[in-house]
């Protein structure tokens, strides 16, 4: 609750410098501007996928969830993309509702290893220090699980928080730290610098999971019901439309995540099957984001996250 506090708190300060919203603009957040799922938004605005269903959106990159949170509750944003676990924030209050699985398994995560660290598979990783962003964050509850499907005693590895990627990524780059936590956008600039190499991907560990969600505020919900739909008509369209078009993604996508062209072709082919076709939200991998809330103690028991999701805006189930 005391983040949820702050949030409102400063949502409240900075109401005042909300955006004015056209009857046919959304602003729609990112929480993480390089992350791949949430440049579909990119895509879809560059393909003119959202322009098909008379929408414009404009995409807002946000350092971080809470950020992106914070302009969701001051109304400066409409529509959020941000990981699954971001339910815990409608749990605690913030006035929203899951619109739409994004991704499922998270694939888009990995274990890196630097060069020189004496680790040549995940084998090796036992009695090491990893980095992670936070205690309590979902790399910290990925990482324990890669703990338990080793079958080590918790505390085999030592986790430790240093906040964004980049600071990860120097912590590692300088022998700070053995391994860490990271995104596959993050990992190919690491290869390309020749800093470490991959161990093991998330999505070989937690199966049923929805990584990455679609939120959207009350407010637009209740007062732009069409224009909701109409993104995630136009959300649907623009992942059937990368399908059919990874070169032309490649190139969209290129100058947004600051990625080769190359790596991001080998990222394009890992993590578009993660994509939901349809947004439809899985019982056993809400359990899953349920359960991980529980275990880093964001939420007490076992929350029934349904509650917080609603599928009234999604497309008919296509046959793609």
Known sequence: MAMLGRLLAAGLMVAGASVAHADNVLHVGKAVPPDFGYTVANVGVAAGTFAQHGLQVEPIDFAGAPKMHQAMIAGSVDIGLSGG???????????????????????GFAVYARDGAGIASIKDL????????AEGALSDWLM??????????QGSITLIGLGAPTAIAA??????????????????QLDAAHVGKTLANFGDIVKDFHIEAIYATLDVIQHRPDDVRRFL??????IVWMRGHKDETVKILAPVTHTDPAALGGIY???MPTFSRDGRFDPKALAAIGQSLSDLHLLEGRPDLA????????????ER
């Not at 700070?176 to 596959?184: G, K, N, P, S």
């Open 85 to 107: 676990t971001d339910l815990s924030f409608i749990a605690k209050g913030s006035p929203e509702l899951a619109i739409a699985a994004l991704a499922n398994a998270p694939r």
């Open 126 to 133: 036992k009695g090491h220090k990893v980095g992670i962003s």
């Open 144 to 153: 324990r699980q890669l703990v338990r499907e080793q079958g080590w005693p």
């Open 171 to 188: 912590a590692l780059r300088t022998g700070q730290i053995d391994a860490m936590f990271i995104d596959l956008t993050l990992a190919s």
């Open 233 to 238: 008509a136009g959300w649907f369209d623009t």
């Open 269 to 271: 082919d890992q993590l």
């Open 307 to 318: 509650k917080f999701t609603t599928e009234a805006f999604l497309p008919a189930a296509p």
